[in-house]
């Protein structure tokens, strides 16, 4: 660490050839475009296959596919989407942000971040290879449940897979860990960082708990499938429901993995454009926190229709009911942070305020949810997948896109399209809505999750989900247009202070942000921060 | 939906709208249908569900009312210059303590459904449902603290859905009717036959794969899963036909094993469960004679 910290002789710029640049980078922000790059790739392949979904789902019959491919499509959808895409685009933000909000010189392990990134395009071009292999891909959902996922052919493709996943994420937990407890410049203590910081702080060590559950689980059922052992099956008296309980101690704070960082880049974005401080900074850290240990102790509201003991049914209920406590104090402290503001609406905050009306949504339904015996009925229907389509589109994809918007002057050196910006938001959020509400209606109408063909009772709502869905698609490609022109094409430059009213380090740097920045650590003047005087 | 449904369409939107503010009964999907059935079973989450539903609308009314005053009144374009606080205990305190006594009254609510819910004790009949890629067997224990002699049967989607369901079948999924009701998908060969008014205890299994036994108008869904008997119980109120799906994913046809069951009054059940008693001993008797080895499973 005193190492980075000093000084390297050849800080002059980036390496001249292609492959010594990318490939071998051991620089933040070059590894933090990287992983951007990776998950908006990601984005569009884990989109096409919700594209085959929502066409075979349009109308009732099988017109396109059939049901087994429809089930490779659900799985694979899910797996890019959350490993592939929401993931590495959070690790993206950390490897570009946390260094210059913090005020440090580089991330503290720069060689492991490069390592932590290249196994990823490895580990994703195994996992979609099997789409291409005799037997197929897996089509027992992303859940893996046995013995279901144990009959695919690709089951050693995919676990090693998401163990090349895991070592991947647990690197880049340990990195930021590193980076935000070693590296802060003086000055600032770690009730003076961002939220954002704080946020990644929690996260990575939420990650580094639960990445090798997962991994355990994962390789039980690889000696399960091929060494003859019976964790999960009953006949040799193993028992399949301990895989999901094992699966969802990593699965639920893995949902909170993908909450926790967009409510970091929320908190940053509103201050900005409401010109006021975060309302409430140490209620924010405290939330944040607070969500993170809730999380390891919920795990079971997956598993309400399993046959749990009524005892074990009350203490998960109740639990889950108490993280609505820390949410909604995150909420009414974002609203808090407008009321007095002096607001304006670029694209950055447009998406920030339609994350809070429509992760609440999403948050409603989660409260509906955990309330055991109505969940009896919502379990496994389209309402739970309206759910964790409104936290995960309009919730963690809704915050990516506006820290892309928020961040890319300070990236690029260049504002992007607000015209443009503007056009893909209203676009994005007419359409998910029309994608993901109807979704409600048919969960509680009847409508399992993950079946390619339905009643003629569920029609007109799969099409309308079904013309938000392609409406959604084709929104995200003006996302992508926007992107490319604000890179290369834009002729605006942007400031260093990008946003009238944006505080914080990373707006004290030059944009674009120069190859090295803080070679000498910042003084931190606490009038500079996004979040006012902590002393009260 | 075809042009002549239009019209039906529009009214079955009407029931739709309806049944959100109103509440109204059915039992099995209707097109356009917007909010979880009342359910037919003495034991229903209907009312939690709409407690639950109201209380979140009323928060949010409040919540995304305030944010929309608040982007309304403090623009930057209307001359609002930004305050300077950024804190306040008085409500920071409100909004943990508030949301925790509406959590008191949920959790209370449900607390109370789930033990209903799952008291199995008191059941008059027993029937045991074992799920399989991709059907359900139907076994009938005991009736009336008789155990009932052989009654069991695969159930499993009917073939007219069975044959448009193929890919590029080119048949018309809204010809598939029984009584002017759609049942594509949701109709079985052989439906499970269970008397109204007797509370009947279900011990649920899977024998492959796990599954999950769903009917939406018992108001809940329970696991098949191997290896572990898991029990659930139902006091159908009316006679009739309801509909449901396995719910937990099984394969590639998952979406293809409905469950059917079908709610009749006791005196009909009896003499029902009877002629299967009877046919069961003919079938063994016959089997008897010609000497098979082991009894050949029905179905």
């Known amino acids: 660490m005193a190492h980075a910290a000093t000084h390297d002789h050849d800080h002059h710029g980036a390496p001249k050839g292609f492959f010594q640049r990318w490939v071998m980078s051991t620089n933040h922000k070059d590894i933090g475009t990287l992983y951007l790059i990776f998950s908006l790739t990601m984005f569009f392949i884990g989109g096409a296959f919700a594209m085959v979904i929502r066409a075979e789902l349009f109308k009732p019959g099988m017109q396109l596919v059939q049901p087994y491919f429809f089930n490779e499509m659900t799985t694979m959808h899910a797996l890019v989407m959350i490993f592939g895409a929401i993931m590495p685009a959070f690790v993206g933000l950390a490897n570009w942000m946390v260094p210059l909000m913090v005020g440090a010189p580089d991330m503290a392990l720069p060689r492991m971040n490069n390592l932590s990134f290249w196994i990823l395009p490895f580990a994703f071009f195994m996992l979609l290879s099997t789409l291409f292999m005799p037997g197929g891909g897996p089509a027992g959902g992303w859940t893996m449940y046995p013995p279901l996922s144990l009959q695919g052919e690709s089951v050693a493709y995919v676990i090693f897979a998401i163990h090349l996943m895991g070592i991947s994420s647990i690197m880049g937990a340990i990195n930021i860990i590193a980076t935000i407890l070693n590296m802060r410049a003086p000055g600032m203590d770690l009730l003076k960082m961002p939220v954002f910081v704080w946020s990644w702080l929690i996260t ?7 990445m090798p559950v997962l991994a355990g689980a994962v390789t039980m ?9 019976n964790f999960f099956n009953a006949a040799g008296g193993g028992d399949p429901v301990l895989f999901q309980h ?4 990593f699965g639920h704070p893995e949902v909170y993995i993908m909450i926790l960082p967009a409510f970091g880049i929320i908190s940053e974005i509103i201050p900005t454009f409401a010109r006021k401080p975060i309302f409430g900074y140490r209620a924010m850290v405290f939330a944040i926190a607070s969500i993170a240990f809730l999380s390891f102790i919920v795990w079971a509201h997956h598993m309400f229709a399993v046959g749990l003991p009524m005892g074990a049914e009350i203490f998960f209920m109740y639990a889950t009911m108490l993280i609505a406590v820390p949410t909604g104090v995150k909420v009414f402290n974002w609203v808090s942070t407008m009321w007095g503001g002096s607001m304006t609406f670029e694209t950055p905050m447009l998406f920030s305020i339609a994350f809070v009306i429509l992760f609440t949504i999403g948050g409603f339904s989660g409260l509906m949810l955990a309330l055991a015996p109505a969940d009896f009925q919502y379990h496994d229907t389209y309402f739970v997948v309206a759910h964790f389509h409104y936290v995960l589109v309009t919730g963690a994809a809704f915050s990516i896109m506006a820290a892309a918007y928020y961040w890319i002057p300070k990236w690029s050196g260049h504002m992007y399209s607000e015209t443009w910006g503007k056009i893909h938001f209203w676009s994005s959020v007419i359409s998910v809505n029309v ?26 709502f799969n099409m309308i989900s079904s013309i938000g869905g ?3 698609g084709a929104s995200q490609l003006i996302f992508l247009g926007v992107i490319i022109h604000c890179v290369f ?3 605006k430059k942007a400031a260093d202070r990008s946003w009238e009213g944006a505080k914080g380090l990373e707006w004290t740097v030059p944009s674009p942000a120069p190859f090295h920045t803080f070679d000498v650590p910042p003084v931190i003047h606490d009038d500079e921060l996004a979040h006012g005087n902590t002393d009260h | 939906m075809t ?23 059915w039992a099995n999907p209707v097109p356009n249908q917007m909010n979880m059935t009342q359910g037919v079973s003495e034991w229903s989450p209907y009312a939690m569900h709409m407690v639950a539903l109201w209380v979140c609308v009323v928060i949010g009314v409040i919540v995304f009312g305030a944010m929309f ?37 949920l959790a209370n609510l449900a607390t109370g459904g789930l033990t209903t819910f799952a008291d199995t004790t008191g059941a008059d009949m027993t029937i045991k449902i074992t799920g399989y890629q991709w059907k359900w067997r139907y076994d009938y224990v005991d009736y009336k603290g008789k155990g009932v002699d052989k009654v069991g049967f695969v159930s499993k989607l009917e073939e007219s859905s069975d044959r448009t369901r193929q890919l590029k079948s080119n048949l018309d999924p809204d010809k598939i009717q029984v009584d002017g009701y759609n049942t594509y998908l949701l109709d079985v060969d052989k439906p499970l036959v269970v008397p109204v008014g007797v509370k009947i205890r279900f011990i649920i299994v899977g024998g492959d794969v796990i599954h999950s036994w769903w009917v939406p108008a018992l108001g809940w869904k329970m696991d098949a899963i191997p290896g572990i008997a898991n029990a659930a119980w139902t006091k159908i109120k009316e006679p009739g036909v309801y509909r449901g799906q396995c719910a937990e994913l099984c394969g590639q046809d998952h979406g293809f094993m409905p469950i059917v069951v079908k709610a009749v009054p006791k005196a009909e059940f009896e003499q029902w469960l009877a002629t299967q008693e009877d046919e069961a001993k003919i079938q063994k008797a016959a089997q008897t004679a010609q000497n098979a080895p082991a009894p050949v499973p029905q179905g």
């Open chain 1, 246 to 249: 094992i699966f969802w101690f």
């Open chain 1, 489 to 491: 094409f834009s002729k």
């Open chain 1, 470 to 472: 392609f409406w959604f």
């Open chain 1, 221 to 229: 059922l690889l000696t399960d499938k091929y060494f003859h052992t």
């Open chain 1, 204 to 210: 990575a060590f939420l990650l580094i708990a639960v």
């Open chain 2, 69 to 105: 005053i608040a982007m309304f009144r403090f623009r930057k374009s209307r001359g609002a210059v930004a305050e300077k606080w950024a804190h306040s205990t008085k409500l920071e305190i409100v909004w943990t303590v508030v949301p925790v006594i509406i959590l008191i009254f």
């Open chain 1, 435 to 460: 994608l993901f509400f109807p979704q409600h209606f048919l969960g509680l109408a009847g409508m399992p999750r993950r079946i390619p063909d339905y009643n003629v009772a569920f029609a007109n």
């Open chain 2, 3 to 25: 042009s002549g449904g239009i019209g039906r369409s529009v009214s079955a939107w009407a029931a739709g709208a309806m049944a959100l503010f109103g509440g109204e009964a």
